[in-house]
Protein backbone atom coordinates (compact mmCIF):
# COMPACT_ATOMS: atom_id res chain seq x y z
CA UNK A 1 0.00 0.00 0.00
CA UNK A 2 1.12 3.82 -0.23
CA UNK A 3 3.87 4.97 2.73
CA UNK A 4 3.69 8.07 4.75
CA UNK A 5 2.86 11.09 2.84
CA UNK A 6 3.83 14.51 4.05
CA UNK A 7 2.74 17.79 2.63
CA UNK A 8 4.07 20.40 1.55
CA UNK A 9 7.31 18.86 0.53
CA UNK A 10 9.01 22.38 0.62
CA UNK A 11 7.81 25.52 2.88
CA UNK A 12 9.60 28.86 3.11
CA UNK A 13 8.24 31.49 5.34
CA UNK A 14 8.69 35.06 7.29
CA UNK A 15 10.40 34.95 10.54
CA UNK A 16 7.31 35.12 12.63
CA UNK A 17 4.57 33.31 10.56
CA UNK A 18 2.87 30.26 12.02
CA UNK A 19 2.95 26.81 9.74
CA UNK A 20 1.20 24.06 9.24
CA UNK A 21 2.96 20.61 8.64
CA UNK A 22 0.32 18.05 7.66
CA UNK A 23 1.68 13.75 7.77
CA UNK A 24 -0.53 11.07 6.31
CA UNK A 25 0.67 7.84 7.94
CA UNK A 26 0.50 4.32 6.42
CA UNK A 27 -2.94 3.13 6.54
CA UNK A 28 -4.19 1.00 9.62
CA UNK A 29 -0.93 2.21 11.98
CA UNK A 30 -1.56 3.45 14.76
CA UNK A 31 1.23 5.08 16.09
CA UNK A 32 2.52 8.42 14.73
CA UNK A 33 5.98 10.19 15.38
CA UNK A 34 7.38 13.37 14.18
CA UNK A 35 11.24 13.98 14.16
CA UNK A 36 13.61 17.06 13.38
CA UNK A 37 16.52 17.14 10.98
CA UNK A 38 18.85 19.85 11.55
CA UNK A 39 22.24 20.14 10.69
CA UNK A 40 23.44 21.33 14.17
CA UNK A 41 21.45 18.58 15.65
CA UNK A 42 20.51 15.41 13.87
CA UNK A 43 17.60 13.59 13.69
CA UNK A 44 15.69 14.13 17.05
CA UNK A 45 12.26 13.07 18.62
CA UNK A 46 9.77 15.38 18.94
CA UNK A 47 6.41 14.11 19.46
CA UNK A 48 4.65 10.60 19.42
CA UNK A 49 1.14 9.74 19.24
CA UNK A 50 -0.95 6.22 19.98
CA UNK A 51 -4.23 7.04 18.46
CA UNK A 52 -5.14 10.19 18.97
CA UNK A 53 -3.34 11.04 21.99
CA UNK A 54 0.25 12.00 22.53
CA UNK A 55 1.32 10.62 25.58
CA UNK A 56 5.37 11.48 24.79
CA UNK A 57 5.92 15.53 23.69
CA UNK A 58 9.19 15.55 25.65
CA UNK A 59 10.84 16.39 22.28
CA UNK A 60 8.77 19.56 21.70
CA UNK A 61 11.24 22.23 21.83
CA UNK A 62 9.21 24.88 23.02
CA UNK A 63 5.77 26.16 23.34
CA UNK A 64 5.62 27.25 19.90
CA UNK A 65 5.20 23.78 18.98
CA UNK A 66 2.44 21.78 18.90
CA UNK A 67 0.75 18.52 17.46
CA UNK A 68 -2.48 16.98 16.87
CA UNK A 69 -3.96 14.08 15.29
CA UNK A 70 -7.50 13.46 14.48
CA UNK A 71 -9.70 10.45 13.74
CA UNK A 72 -6.50 7.86 14.25
CA UNK A 73 -5.03 8.99 11.08
CA UNK A 74 -3.79 12.32 10.05
CA UNK A 75 -1.65 14.85 12.31
CA UNK A 76 -0.67 18.48 11.89
CA UNK A 77 2.84 19.47 13.44
CA UNK A 78 2.13 23.64 14.06
CA UNK A 79 4.67 26.21 14.53
CA UNK A 80 3.63 29.63 15.94
CA UNK A 81 5.87 32.37 15.51
CA UNK A 82 8.01 30.53 13.27
CA UNK A 83 12.07 31.67 14.17
CA UNK A 84 15.44 30.96 11.81
CA UNK A 85 16.52 28.18 14.09
CA UNK A 86 13.08 26.24 13.14
CA UNK A 87 14.61 25.55 9.51
CA UNK A 88 14.90 22.04 9.30
CA UNK A 89 13.51 19.13 7.74
CA UNK A 90 10.39 18.20 9.46
CA UNK A 91 9.89 13.98 9.71
CA UNK A 92 7.00 12.18 9.99
CA UNK A 93 7.16 8.44 10.34
CA UNK A 94 4.11 5.87 11.70
CA UNK A 95 4.01 2.22 12.99
CA UNK A 96 2.00 -0.53 14.08
CA UNK A 97 3.27 -1.22 17.55
CA UNK A 98 0.54 -3.76 18.64
CA UNK A 99 2.05 -5.70 21.89
CA UNK A 100 5.32 -4.45 20.59
CA UNK A 101 7.79 -2.26 18.96
CA UNK A 102 7.42 -1.99 15.43
CA UNK A 103 9.28 -0.30 12.92
CA UNK A 104 9.09 3.12 11.72
CA UNK A 105 8.34 4.36 8.26
CA UNK A 106 9.31 7.58 7.00
CA UNK A 107 7.88 9.89 4.77
CA UNK A 108 9.77 12.32 2.49
CA UNK A 109 9.60 14.93 5.15
CA UNK A 110 8.72 18.44 4.52
CA UNK A 111 12.00 21.37 4.58
CA UNK A 112 11.01 24.03 5.93
CA UNK A 113 13.30 27.43 5.68
CA UNK A 114 12.27 30.66 7.82
CA UNK A 115 13.74 34.02 6.12
CA UNK B 1 19.84 7.75 28.68
CA UNK B 2 20.53 6.24 25.67
CA UNK B 3 23.07 6.70 23.03
CA UNK B 4 23.97 5.86 20.18
CA UNK B 5 27.34 6.87 18.69
CA UNK B 6 28.59 6.49 15.02
CA UNK B 7 31.89 7.79 15.04
CA UNK B 8 32.58 7.52 11.28
CA UNK B 9 31.61 10.79 9.19
CA UNK B 10 32.45 10.01 5.86
CA UNK B 11 33.73 7.20 4.15
CA UNK B 12 34.87 7.37 0.80
CA UNK B 13 35.20 4.20 -1.17
CA UNK B 14 35.89 3.16 -4.53
CA UNK B 15 32.83 0.78 -6.54
CA UNK B 16 33.47 -3.10 -5.60
CA UNK B 17 35.08 -2.19 -2.34
CA UNK B 18 33.90 -3.33 1.10
CA UNK B 19 32.69 -1.25 3.48
CA UNK B 20 31.98 -1.40 7.25
CA UNK B 21 29.59 1.21 8.93
CA UNK B 22 30.22 1.31 12.79
CA UNK B 23 27.69 1.54 15.05
CA UNK B 24 28.18 1.82 18.97
CA UNK B 25 24.95 2.14 21.46
CA UNK B 26 24.40 2.73 25.58
CA UNK B 27 21.70 1.49 27.22
CA UNK B 28 21.40 0.26 30.79
CA UNK B 29 17.80 -1.72 29.77
CA UNK B 30 17.98 -5.41 28.70
CA UNK B 31 15.21 -5.55 26.55
CA UNK B 32 15.88 -3.02 23.48
CA UNK B 33 16.06 -2.91 19.37
CA UNK B 34 18.65 -1.78 16.83
CA UNK B 35 18.19 -0.49 13.48
CA UNK B 36 19.64 0.85 10.38
CA UNK B 37 17.88 3.28 8.02
CA UNK B 38 19.66 4.38 4.87
CA UNK B 39 18.84 8.36 3.76
CA UNK B 40 19.88 8.43 -0.19
CA UNK B 41 20.61 12.04 -1.36
CA UNK B 42 16.67 12.36 -2.20
CA UNK B 43 16.40 12.59 1.95
CA UNK B 44 13.68 9.56 3.06
CA UNK B 45 14.65 7.18 5.65
CA UNK B 46 14.65 3.98 4.36
CA UNK B 47 14.60 1.51 6.50
CA UNK B 48 17.19 -1.76 6.46
CA UNK B 49 17.24 -3.90 9.38
CA UNK B 50 16.11 -4.52 12.81
CA UNK B 51 17.27 -6.74 16.02
CA UNK B 52 15.77 -7.32 19.11
CA UNK B 53 18.45 -7.68 21.82
CA UNK B 54 18.14 -10.71 22.52
CA UNK B 55 18.99 -12.15 19.47
CA UNK B 56 22.52 -12.00 18.68
CA UNK B 57 22.78 -13.71 15.00
CA UNK B 58 24.24 -12.40 12.40
CA UNK B 59 22.39 -11.84 9.16
CA UNK B 60 22.49 -11.55 5.66
CA UNK B 61 20.77 -9.52 2.92
CA UNK B 62 22.15 -9.66 -0.54
CA UNK B 63 25.14 -7.48 -0.46
CA UNK B 64 24.33 -6.67 3.26
CA UNK B 65 25.30 -7.49 6.43
CA UNK B 66 24.92 -6.85 10.16
CA UNK B 67 27.04 -7.97 13.10
CA UNK B 68 25.49 -7.57 16.43
CA UNK B 69 27.71 -8.26 19.51
CA UNK B 70 26.27 -7.37 22.66
CA UNK B 71 29.91 -7.98 24.92
CA UNK B 72 31.05 -4.83 22.75
CA UNK B 73 27.70 -2.53 22.46
CA UNK B 74 28.34 -3.07 18.56
CA UNK B 75 25.95 -3.08 15.56
CA UNK B 76 28.06 -2.75 12.66
CA UNK B 77 27.13 -3.20 9.13
CA UNK B 78 29.05 -4.30 6.01
CA UNK B 79 28.19 -3.69 2.46
CA UNK B 80 30.18 -5.94 0.25
CA UNK B 81 31.35 -5.10 -3.34
CA UNK B 82 29.69 -1.63 -3.03
CA UNK B 83 27.91 0.10 -5.90
CA UNK B 84 27.56 4.00 -6.73
CA UNK B 85 23.95 3.70 -5.69
CA UNK B 86 24.83 2.91 -2.44
CA UNK B 87 25.62 6.42 -1.87
CA UNK B 88 24.09 8.01 0.98
CA UNK B 89 23.48 8.72 4.61
CA UNK B 90 23.47 5.84 7.21
CA UNK B 91 22.07 6.21 10.65
CA UNK B 92 22.24 3.62 13.30
CA UNK B 93 19.21 3.84 16.11
CA UNK B 94 17.78 2.11 19.20
CA UNK B 95 14.32 2.10 20.75
CA UNK B 96 13.88 0.78 24.51
CA UNK B 97 11.55 -1.31 25.59
CA UNK B 98 9.79 1.22 28.00
CA UNK B 99 6.77 2.56 26.14
CA UNK B 100 7.62 5.47 24.67
CA UNK B 101 8.88 4.34 21.33
CA UNK B 102 11.21 7.12 20.10
CA UNK B 103 14.29 5.73 18.35
CA UNK B 104 17.00 7.56 19.33
CA UNK B 105 19.77 8.46 16.11
CA UNK B 106 23.22 8.38 15.76
CA UNK B 107 24.44 11.26 13.76
CA UNK B 108 25.33 9.55 10.68
CA UNK B 109 28.02 8.23 8.33
CA UNK B 110 27.69 9.79 4.52
CA UNK B 111 29.43 6.95 2.62
CA UNK B 112 30.37 8.04 -0.67
CA UNK B 113 30.64 5.15 -3.76
CA UNK B 114 33.02 6.79 -6.29
CA UNK B 115 32.62 4.51 -9.90
Known amino acids: GAGVSQSPSNKVTEKGKDVELRCDPISGHTALYWYRQSLGQGLEFLIYFQGNSAPDKSGLPSDRFSAERTGGSVSTLTIQRTQQEDSAVYLCASSSPAGGIDTQYFGPGTRLTVL | ?115
Open chain 2, 1 to 115: AQKVTQAQTEISVVEKEDVTLDCVYETRDTTYYLFWYKQPPSGELVFLIRRNSFDEQNEISGRYSWNFQKSTSSFNFTITASQVVDSAVYFCALIVNTGFQKLVFGTGTRLLVSP
